[in-house]
Structure formats: structure tokens, C-alpha cells
């Protein structure tokens, strides 16, 4: 069975950092996409950004150039380095695994940012 944990959420002051780590468990094979959604109170969810197996990684416009998306093959986990933290980016981030057709497969249950002005 496949599980993802995510951790490293909290609440920080506008223009803050903050890493989040989704770490899996029940895949032998590194999946061969990984990514991080969020959703804000009253909004649909997002995708923020994801990485392939091979390093590629795509990005919303929204947090380019202050969120870095990494990621530990081996281990099967995904990281979100997250800068110039802002009010808009409070959420709560779902670490996802797994991309198919039809969407990533595996959710972890999430982890709240709050970001204070």
C-alpha cells in the first residue's frame, strides 16, 4: 500500500521560508512524477508544482522564481523549498505521486501554511 507523508508545514511571516518533505513508503520504483497541489479556503486546488523521475520540473506562475521543487529518487520523496513566502500562498499542500492520465494516483493528507502579514 502506498503512503505519502507530508510534513514541514507551519506558520511563518510574510517573506519567510519554509521546506516541506512528502516521504512514501509501499513503491519499490521511483514514481515517475511527483508533485505538490494546494487549496486555500473557498478555492479550488492547484497545482503548485512537480518534478518527473528525470528532473524535469514545471511551475505555476504564481510561485516562480520563489519555490524550488526537488526530489530523492532512492528514497522516493519529494521536497518544496518555499521563499518570499506571502499572505496569497496560505494554504493547505497536498504532496501527490504517481502521474497518470487521468491525474496523479496516490495523496498524501496534507499539511497547512499559513503565511502572516
Known amino acids: 500500500q502506498v503512503r505519502l507523508v507530508e510534513s514541514g508545514g507551519g506558520l511563518v511571516q510574510a517573506g519567510g521560508s519554509l521546506r516541506l518533505t512528502c516521504a512514501t513508503s509501499?513503491?519499490?520504483?521511483?514514481?515517475?512524477?511527483m508533485g505538490w497541489y494546494r487549496q486555500a479556503p473557498g478555492k479550488q486546488r492547484e497545482l503548485v508544482a512537480d518534478?518527473?523521475?528525470?528532473?524535469?520540473?514545471n511551475y505555476a506562475d504564481s510561485v516562480k522564481g520563489r519555490f524550488t521543487i526537488s526530489r530523492d529518487n532512492a528514497r522516493n520523496t519529494v521536497y518544496l523549498q518555499m521563499n518570499s513566502l506571502k499572505p496569497e500562498d496560505t494554504a493547505a499542500y497536498y504532496c501527490?505521486?504517481?502521474?497518470?492520465?487521468?491525474?496523479?494516483?496516490?495523496w498524501g493528507q496534507g499539511t497547512q501554511v499559513t503565511v502572516s502579514s
Open positions: 518534478i518527473t523521475s528525470g528532473g524535469s520540473t
Open positions: 509501499g513503491s519499490i520504483f521511483p514514481f515517475n512524477a
Open positions: 501527490a505521486a504517481g502521474r497518470t492520465g487521468l491525474g496523479y494516483r496516490y
